[in-house]
């Protein structure tokens, strides 16, 4: 059977297969959540939390290959046919990536913590485990790991998530005001807003005061 790939980053799926192809995106999604996504954070926010979530998401990858490394169990025979078995499969990374980012991020809806108010962290959180569903499902279909891989990386992927989650929030947040002050923290414009309840809310109320500030100083003027 034909196969075509996705070449951002060459996911093959078979020819007209359009679940396969929308598979394949989806099995995208941790390269735009780490492109789109912490790298956009980190240019225009630079908030403590997010840059301590993406150091989480690159420990639990780092994980991942230590424990691939050490088990090395083979990818299934569906692999040998993409062309593509060049890694071990056991843990799958993109399920242990996007099971690490969805429970992380639904521990900081729990705590308040975040860019959105309550009423719209129902609709992020659902996204989010959908999201983390779908490409746990796609590594299988797709033929790129086994159940029990995806499954071993789903498992892990909550666990770290949890448990850096905990370091962050219990034994780390006290330094983020000392980070803040400190040279390098001065110099990055790195920010701790944790305590705010709505940071986007936050945000706009101080912007538009800040326009109305200006508007008043230059028809002082």
């Given at each position: 059977?034909?196969?075509?790939?996705?070449?951002?980053?060459?996911?093959?799926?078979?020819?007209?297969?359009?679940?396969?192809?929308?598979?394949?995106?989806v099995?995208?999604?941790?390269?735009?959540?780490?492109l789109?996504?912490?790298?956009?954070?980190?240019?225009?926010?630079?908030?403590?939390?997010?840059?301590?979530?993406?150091?989480?998401?690159?420990?639990?990858?780092?994980?991942?290959?230590v424990?691939?490394?050490s088990?090395?169990q083979a990818?299934?025979?569906?692999?040998?046919?993409?062309?593509?078995?060049?890694?071990?499969?056991?843990?799958?990374?993109?399920?242990?990536?996007?099971?690490?980012?969805?429970?992380?991020?639904?521990?900081?809806?729990c705590?308040?913590?975040?860019?959105?108010?309550?009423?719209?962290?129902?609709?992020?959180?659902?996204?989010?485990?959908?999201?983390?569903?779908?490409t746990?499902?796609?590594?299988?279909y797709?033929?790129?790991?086994t159940v029990?891989?995806?499954?071993?990386?789903?498992?892990?992927?909550i666990?770290?998530?949890?448990?850096?989650?905990?370091?962050?929030?219990?034994?780390?947040?006290?330094?983020?005001?000392?980070?803040?002050?400190?040279?390098?923290?001065?110099?990055?414009?790195?920010?701790?807003?944790?305590?705010?309840?709505d940071v986007?809310k936050?945000?706009?109320?101080?912007?538009?005061?800040?326009?109305?500030d200006n508007d008043?100083?230059?028809?002082?003027?």
């Amino acid at each position: 059977m034909a196969l075509k790939a996705v070449t951002l980053t060459h996911v093959r799926y078979h020819k007209g297969d359009r679940l396969g192809h929308f598979l394949a995106w989806v099995s995208l999604v941790p390269v735009f959540i780490s492109l789109g996504g912490f790298v956009s954070h980190f240019i225009f926010r630079r908030e403590l939390q997010g840059i301590f979530f993406a150091i989480g998401l690159l420990i639990s990858q780092f994980i991942n290959e230590v424990i691939k490394k050490s088990v090395q169990q083979a990818r299934p025979e569906t692999c040998a046919l993409l062309e593509m078995c060049d890694s071990h499969g056991w843990p799958s990374s993109h399920s242990q990536y996007m099971f690490f980012f969805a429970v992380y991020f639904s521990l900081l809806s729990c705590q308040g913590i975040g860019l959105w108010g309550i009423k719209n962290r129902w609709f992020l959180n659902v996204l989010h485990w959908t999201l983390a569903v779908l490409t746990m499902y796609s590594r299988v279909y797709l033929g790129y790991h086994t159940v029990a891989q995806v499954f071993a990386g789903a498992t892990l992927g909550i666990l770290v998530g949890a448990g850096w989650f905990w370091v962050v929030n219990s034994l780390l947040s006290c330094y983020f005001p000392a980070i803040e002050d400190s040279a390098l923290g001065k110099y990055f414009y790195l920010k701790d807003t944790s305590h705010i309840p709505d940071v986007l809310k936050f945000e706009y109320d101080n912007a538009r005061a800040a326009r109305k500030d200006n508007d008043k100083g230059y028809k002082s003027n």
